[in-house]
């Protein structure tokens, strides 16, 4: 029995239907909610995510303003801009594209942004709030995770998931999301001996290490829940997960495939946080 996929691109569709007319109650409260994107230099890639961005924005009615910069950009005046941004009303969410030129600190860029417009939930405030449970901007990959689980009523709680891989940006975070929904967790790196050990015991498996195809079916157990964060090219060039999903599909009871798994969630989750940002403002000026 093939398992069933998880489709992100269609629960994303869903998602951005309801924050369309969130968009539209904003608007006509007073409140357009506007995302600031800032790239600096001319990474292809960025390039591609950021367009992307911007594009996912008009189409449910959000203000979008983009940024760029040349690559040798002195870090103060990139610091000084944002500081600026923070201080605009009609802008709610900044992001700064990743990855940035070596001379530049990521950490003192994220911890630039106010937290309250830390719509890529990056900042240390808004991780010690996840941390904590407390109500915050979550780190937009995890989070298009958590929903994507919750769509297809899978349960969590009391399940045991099993995190490949450990970065700020989507490991930690995602068992972190997973445990304040009561499951057991354990993390596992490029460290850990003896990989299937832990996860062939897991009900719900995310693989986020970027190694292509590395998650073969002799690492989950049967029925098991795979969501898949990695984005690679396989040896013909094509896009692929960090999971074989020929091999896997055929004994996970849910999967999610690469490309339109995970992907789509992301940029959703960064215009959930965005519209979620204006709608505190809107909180704040009507308790004013």
């Known amino acids: 029995m093939a398992a069933k996929i998880i489709d992100g691109k269609e629960i994303s569709t869903q998602i951005r239907k309801e924050l369309e007319q969130e968009v539209k109650a904003l608007t006509e409260a007073g409140i357009r909610p506007g995302l600031a994107v800032i790239l600096v230099g001319n990474n292809p890639a960025s390039r591609t995510y950021v367009t992307s961005k911007q594009k996912s924005c008009k189409a ?24 600026e941004l923070n201080e605009q009303n009609n802008i ?11 001379h530049i600190s990521d950490e003192k860029v994220i911890e630039t942004i106010s937290p309250e417009k830390d719509v890529d939930g990056f900042h240390p405030v808004n991780i010690g709030k996840m941390m904590t449970g407390q109500d915050t901007f979550l780190p937009c990959t995890p989070f298009g995770v958590l929903k ?31 445990l304040n929904e009561n499951a057991t967790v354990t993390y596992c790196h490029s460290k850990t001996q003896d990989l299937a050990a832990f996860t062939t015991k897991a009900d719900i498996v995310i693989a986020a290490v970027g190694i292509a195809k590395m998650i073969k079916a002799e690492h989950i157990k049967e029925g098991a829940v795979v969501i898949d964060v990695g984005m690679n090219r396989d040896e013909n060039g094509k896009l692929c997960g960090d999971v074989d999903f020929e091999d896997v599909k055929e004994k996970a009871g849910y999967i999610t495939p690469v490309p339109g ?18 709608k505190n403002n809107l909180q704040k000026k009507t308790q004013s």
Do not use: C, W, Y
């Open 261 to 278: 798994g995970v992907g789509p969630m992301t940029i959703t989750m960064l215009l959930f946080n965005t519209v979620k940002s204006a």
């Open 148 to 178: 994507m689980l919750k769509h297809m009523q899978i349960p969590i709680a009391g399940k045991h998931a099993v995190i490949v891989g450990r970065s700020n940006i989507v490991g930690k975070p995602a068992g972190q999301l997973l």
């Open 60 to 83: 449910i009615g959000m203000e979008s303003l983009l940024i760029e910069f040349p690559e040798d950009i002195k870090e103060q005046t990139l610091l000084e801009k944002i500081e």
């Open 92 to 102: 709610h969410g900044i992001l700064v594209q990743l990855p940035l030129p070596a």
